[in-house]
């Protein structure tokens, strides 16, 4: 199984301020054929069921603040909130689809909360 | 709108099994995959296995190999993950979520959860 480490485990950030959140596979996740990152995050607020943010590691889900961005490529990826909102309080999580039909991983997730 | 219904909690003893629906709306049975994903309390999000309803093909994770099933009604857009051998470990909140088009894994639209307890 390709195994998804992130980290930090939590991150408290001042509002306004820059949240950063990595996460690296344990082999790539980058598709040769179409140059595509099989990578997405999500983010699960408390008492609610996840919510796709961004999948290909960069591309946004429609009406997702632009305030969320995802960079990173193969191994290594980034989910960047560029100015802390009290509302992105959260667990936020990388997963890779990348394996078929082995199962679809998932980080351990980041516990994002204010300073 | 899309929309994925999920069956109420369930109290379950150890060692039965337990049967979780998930109703889907729009066209999500023609085109996409439903995949099972669960959340221990406190834990993190755990990938079961997926569906393909329109060919009925099935993939699970080999954790849960020989203990769950999935199973799909395309008469009534309803997708089903039946869980056997219960222990306490199981203690969980199932979501079905939809794999998109383009990529069977990536989920973009989820169910609400249904609470599992196992317990005696």
């Known amino acids: 199984d390709i195994v998804m480490t992130q980290f930090p485990d939590s991150l408290a950030v001042s509002l306004g301020e820059r949240a950063t959140i990595n996460c690296k596979s344990s082999?790539?996740?980058?598709?040769?054929?179409?140059?595509?990152?099989?990578l997405a995050w999500y983010q699960q607020k408390r008492g609610q069921p996840p919510k796709l943010l961004i999948s290909w590691a960069s591309t946004r889900e429609s009406g997702v603040p632009d305030r969320f961005s995802g960079s990173g490529s193969g191994t290594d990826f980034t989910l960047t909130i560029s100015s802390l909102q009290a509302e992105d309080v959260a667990v936020y999580y990388c997963q890779q689809y990348y394996s078929t039909p082995d199962p679809y991983t998932f980080g351990q997730g980041t516990e994002l909360e204010i300073k | 709108q899309v929309q994925l219904m999920q069956s109420g909690a369930e109290v379950k003893k150890p060692g039965s099994s337990v049967k979780v629906s998930c109703k889907a709306s729009g066209d999500t049975f023609n085109t996409y995959t439903i995949n099972w994903v669960r959340q221990a309390p406190g834990q993190g999000l755990e990938w079961m296995g997926r569906i393909i309803p329109f060919f009925h093909n099935t993939n699970y994770a080999q954790k849960f190999q020989g203990r769950v099933t999935i199973t799909a009604d395309k008469s009534t857009s309803t997708a089903y993950m039946e869980l056997s051998s219960l222990r306490s470990e199981d203690t969980a909140v199932y979501y079905c979520a939809r794999g998109s088009v383009e990529a069977a894994g990536m989920c973009d639209h989820w169910g609400q959860g249904t609470l599992v307890t196992v317990s005696s």
């Open positions: 082999q790539s996740v980058l598709y040769s054929s179409n140059n595509k990152n099989y």
